[in-house]
Every structure is written in C-alpha cells, then in structure tokens.
C-alpha cells in the first residue's frame, strides 16, 4: 500500500513516500522538528498516510539512514516513480545519482555530463525542483569553483554542508569543505 514514514538519520527525521509499486515518490529532508516534517509530506502528498513501511522501503530507510552516516552507498538502485517528472530532469537525477558519496560535481560539469554544456542553469533549476532529496543527492552538486550554490532544502546552505561533511566531502588537499 502507498504512504510515507519518517525515519531517524545523522541529520534528523527524514520521509519517504512509495507507491504500491514500492518505488519512492519523493524525500523529505529534515524540518525545524519531526511535526513539521510530518506536515511538510502530509501536504506535498494529501491523498497518502503515515503507514508503517513494507520490508523493501524499509530496507531503503536503513541504507539511506546509513548513508547520511557516512556510508560509502549512491543508493542509485533504488527505484524511483517517475511519473510526471519531465524527461531532462529524470536525465539530470540519473547524473546526479552517479556521483559517489563524499565527491560533488558543478552544475557545468552536470550539463556537460548529458551532453549541453550551456545547460548548466537549467541542471540547478531541475535540481532545486528534486523531489527525491537525498536520495537525489542534490546536496553533491556545486556552483563554479567549488562555491557551495544554492539548497532549496529546509536549512539551506547549512544543510547542504552538513550533508557533505557527514559524507567526507574534501577539496584539496586539506580536510574540510571550501
């Protein structure tokens, strides 16, 4: 049966929403609390309900939780549902999802990869309306010249930081981020 859950992660309760299919609709990074996030799914997904999840999203919870503690998994397996989704912004989340944990790449550099160099905008545009956050990992993506860009996510820049940092992210040869 379709529904959302929240689960507990390094950054705070998180949200995913399956279809009966057991592919994902969407994520939900954290809110300021878990009432907030709650309300946040409960709006962006007005026909579902909290369900308890089946044994295969519930597997994705446990890697994706796993993941935000630094475990070395893209979760690129995991199904996602698609539908409504245009076509460049499935190519721009295909991309994005190759990048590995703790790498990051610029949004040119994302463009480049599906073959429009000029499309760099248009990349951090499809990423800023990524509705499978973090299993999308938009967070991995940089404006030119490794500068943070922007994060449309609850907590903004701060939360694409913390993102990185549990994840290892390092540029040059000294530990930290910019």
Known sequence: MAGWALFDT???PCGLVWNDALQIRGGQ???GNPAQTQARLQRRYPGLTEQVPPPAIASV???LAAALQGAPDTLDDVPLDLRGVPEF???VYAEARRI???QTRSYGELARALGDPTAARAVGQALGRNPFAPL???HRILAA???AGGFSAPGGLAT???LLQLEGAQFGEQPGLF
Do not use: D, N
């Open 10 to 12: 390094a950054v705070g």
């Open 29 to 31: 990074l954290p809110e």
């Open 61 to 63: 919870m446990a890697r």
């Open 89 to 91: 912004h499935q190519r």
């Open 100 to 102: 590995p944990p703790g």
């Open 136 to 138: 999308v990992p938009c």
């Open 145 to 147: 010249g490794s500068q």
């Open 160 to 162: 694409k930081l913390r």
